[in-house]
Each structure stands twice: as structure tokens, then as C-alpha cells.
């Protein structure tokens, strides 16, 4: 049972990893698009914007992980 039980206690974790993983990127995300509305310096934007792709490349691992492969799009930029 202790194989069982950690692998349902690794998929929980990684559930939860996934879960604040999106919330980062969402939070991220936001923030540039303030940022830019606001007109703030480029130096902020890109700082934001290399935490984005930390977060997005760390998802993308641990899906790939486990066999899923994942684009991100954001809505905003969609016509």
C-alpha cells in the first residue's frame, strides 16, 4: 500500500503545483497587462514577463511529464 499511497500522494502534489502554477501565470499576466496600460518602464514589463515564461516552462515540464503537452494563448491577444 505504501507504493499506492505515495503515488496518490505525488498526484496530489503535483495537482497542486499545477493549480498555483496557473494562478501565477494568470496573476503575471495581469500584470504586464497593467503595466503596459500604465506605461510604465520597460524594465518592470520585462521582469514580469521573464517570470511568465519561468512559470510557463515550469508547467510545460510537468506535464510533459506525465504525457500531456500544453500551449498557452493568451485571450487577450486574440482577434
Given at each position: 500500500?505504501d507504493?499506492?499511497?505515495?503515488?496518490?500522494?505525488?498526484?496530489?502534489?503535483?495537482?497542486?503545483?499545477?493549480?498555483k502554477?496557473?494562478q501565477l501565470i494568470?496573476m503575471?499576466q495581469?500584470s504586464?497587462?497593467?503595466?503596459q496600460?500604465a506605461?510604465?518602464?520597460n524594465l518592470?514589463?520585462?521582469q514580469?514577463?521573464e517570470?511568465?515564461?519561468e512559470?510557463?516552462d515550469e508547467?510545460?515540464?510537468i506535464?510533459?511529464?506525465?504525457?500531456?503537452q500544453i500551449?498557452?494563448?493568451?485571450?487577450?491577444n486574440?482577434a
Amino acid at each position: 500500500m505504501d507504493i499506492i499511497d505515495d503515488l496518490v500522494h505525488s498526484g496530489e502534489e503535483r495537482a497542486l503545483r499545477i493549480a498555483k502554477l496557473l494562478q501565477l501565470i494568470s496573476m503575471h499576466q495581469n500584470s504586464i497587462e497593467q503595466h503596459q496600460k500604465a506605461g510604465s518602464p520597460n524594465l518592470i514589463i520585462e521582469q514580469y514577463q521573464e517570470l511568465l515564461t519561468e512559470r510557463i516552462d515550469e508547467l510545460q515540464q510537468i506535464m510533459q511529464e506525465i504525457g500531456i503537452q500544453i500551449r498557452l494563448n493568451s485571450l487577450n491577444n486574440a482577434a
